[in-house]
């Protein structure tokens, strides 16, 4: 696994790769744009040049961008479901522009309806937009928490999603641990990570996972309470951690921080970043 965070795009595009590199990072994971807003400026040509100029140039192994938030594919809601349609479709234009080649999204919410019913939804509308961008980016679906209508609780929904959407080519998968856990899947030493990668291998297929979020669980297993943590100060813990890590399902694939960085001048992600290149082996 290579590491990273999800830094800030303030200042540019461009300082989010200058931050990462400062702070350690192998890969980085940003935002396009406000992650909480319907209405996103444009991305300005001479921005997008400097981006892809200053990432060349900085050694990162993997770039990722997180869609928003206000996404839903999997609403019930038609006004809301055209909506995050667009908006989706808005971040796969805006994800060409910066030459990123795979965006992570929320599979959504049923509310209230059910799980089939939301899948169904979610399906069509990733399948719509792979269609209106045969060009790219890839999509990756993130598991949840499973907490209230949400579906993604179980890999095995996002299965279904990419099973109905057609284009499997383009549909992968995000492997969150803190969701996962939350969700049920055990994490805390190798006997429960080996047993849930082969739970996940059954569902999605491991070679279909092509990036994580690392991030510890604040809420303990089953929960279904989506409550990041940082590295070791959950309830995954270290010896969790350390086991993933080590997986050989893994090697190469982006592991993303995403819990709150630290005040700049104690470090940001860099204190983070260094416990999980030693909990690889490969650093202090």
């Known amino acids: 696994m290579i590491f990273g965070a999800h830094e800030s795009i303030t200042g540019g595009f461009h300082e989010a790769v200058a931050r ?75 994800c060409r522009t910066l030459g990123i080649r795979q965006v992570i999204i929320h599979p959504g919410s049923h509310r209230g309806t059910s799980i089939g019913d939301g899948v169904r939804r979610a399906a069509e509308m990733i399948g719509q937009v792979l269609e209106e961008n045969p060009e790219g980016p890839g999509l990756l679906l993130e598991n949840t928490a499973g907490s209230g209508s949400s579906i993604g609780g179980s890999f095995s929904h996002l299965a279904a999603i990419r099973e109905l959407a057609g284009n499997p080519e383009r549909v992968h ?72 890590l080590s997986r050989e399902e893994l090697s190469g694939v982006p592991g993303i921080l995403e819990t709150q960085p630290l005040p700049e001048d104690e470090g940001r992600y860099r204190p983070e970043l260094r416990l999980l290149k030693k909990l690889r082996g490969t650093g202090k």
Not at 30 to 51: D, L, N, V, Y
Not at 190 to 219: C, F, P, Q
Request: charged share 25%; with cysteine; hydrophobic share 40%.
């Open 20 to 94: 990462a590199v400062e702070d350690g990072c192998e890969a980085v994971q940003i935002f396009t744009g406000p992650p909480a807003r319907w209405t996103i400026p444009s991305i300005e040509r001479e921005a997008a040049e400097i981006f892809r100029l200053v990432l060349e140039a900085s050694g990162l192994g993997s770039v990722l961008a997180h869609g928003p938030y206000l996404i839903n594919p999997a609403s019930p809601d038609p006004d809301l479901w055209i909506r995050s349609k667009v908006a989706l479709g808005e971040e796969c234009r805006r």
């Open 173 to 244: 998968y995000c492997f969150d641990t803190a969701h996962a856990f939350a969700a049920g899947y055990d994490l805390r030493d190798s006997t429960a990570v080996n047993n849930t990668l082969r739970r996940v291998d059954g569902e999605v297929g491991m070679g279909n996972v092509l990036a994580v979020h690392l991030n510890d669980s604040g809420k303990e297993l089953g929960s279904r309470v989506d409550r990041h943590q940082r590295i070791g100060k959950g309830f995954i813990g270290l010896k969790g951690f350390g086991a993933l």
